[in-house]
């Protein structure tokens, strides 16, 4: 039996065409947006956002001349290369191991800057067809959802982002220094009778003194901090902040009188105003039914134990076009 397979060309000729065709289809579509830009469409955007927030927690950022260089381009902002927001001990080399710790006195030289020193030094621009254009941008530093404050200005930079437009955030959770605070064990402060600690500080002040206690030796039921004060004269709750971290839980805010135990920690924050000049204060911090080991002065001194205090905050990058 013979067969006929002479319209067997016209199918395989019509399928093959067709894949041909969606084969073509697909590659017109598609290989476009391989080779097309990256400074075009909201990917690129959002690829800026990260970028910059990157750059900022984790680079120190870089300042060079003809003869010298460092990561500590907040002491020489006339030669800024870049702009790194993160804490660095090593200047002399480009990099941290301490990233997504923010340096405050960077914060602070960073808020002296103007919008286009920003911009350049971040990188926060394209060129488009041989045009310069700047992106819109806001870098916001919160803590407890409100604008971190330094020196009583907040730290935020760039615009207000607009309302009708697509804006690309990204956001990174950092420890920001905030001041300076020293610490001491309940049983390392020196006192003038076995219920009040005292404590030296030497003005003059520019950050607000913050001392931090741990470790109380309680010796009765309801154990409390009463009060403060300086020079014998008790401190009004206006001048000071107080918390208080209980275990291992975050500080939160606390009213004086305080209630206390012996795993608690409390934080007290003293006005930099209430150390005026340059001569020494004498902090005289009260408790209830906590007792301290009674020594005749010099006190504890206050610089003795301080450092960096660093509170966990938000980075908040915005982009738009």
Known sequence: ??????GQIGIDFLLGIS???????????FIPGLF?????????????AYRTASILVEDPGWWSNNTHNGTNWENHTENIRRLGL?????????????????????ILSMMELDREEITTRLGLYDNV??????????????????PLLLNGTRATFGETPPVAADIYKV????????????CFDADELTASS????????????SDNVTIQITDFNVTGTSPEFKNATLDGVNITSSNYAAYKRTNTSEFVD??????????????????????????TYTLGLEFVNISFTPVPPPYTNYSENVEPLYEPARLTVEVWR
Do not use: C, W
């Not at 894949?19 to 579509?29: D, H, S």
């Open 1 to 6: 039996m013979m067969s006929d397979d002479g």
């Open 36 to 48: 097309a830009s990256s400074s075009s469409g909201g990917s690129s955007l959002s690829s800026v």
């Open 254 to 279: 606390a009213t004086v009188p305080i209630s206390l135990n012996s795993t608690d920690t409390l934080r007290l924050s003293f006005n930099y105003t209430l150390f005026p000049a340059p001569t």
């Open 171 to 182: 956001t990174r959770v950092v420890l920001v220094e905030t001041g300076s605070v020293a």
């Open 19 to 29: 894949i041909f065709m969606l084969t073509l289809a697909f590659m017109v579509q």
């Open 129 to 146: 067809s041989g045009a310069h254009v700047e992106y819109g941008y806001n870098i916001t530093i919160t803590e407890n959802s409100a």
């Open 86 to 106: 993160a804490r660095d001990t090593t200047t002399s080399t480009r990099l941290t191991d301490e990233v997504n710790f923010l340096a405050r006195l960077k």
């Open 194 to 205: 076995s219920n009040i600690a005292k404590i030296n500080v030497s003005g003059l002040q």
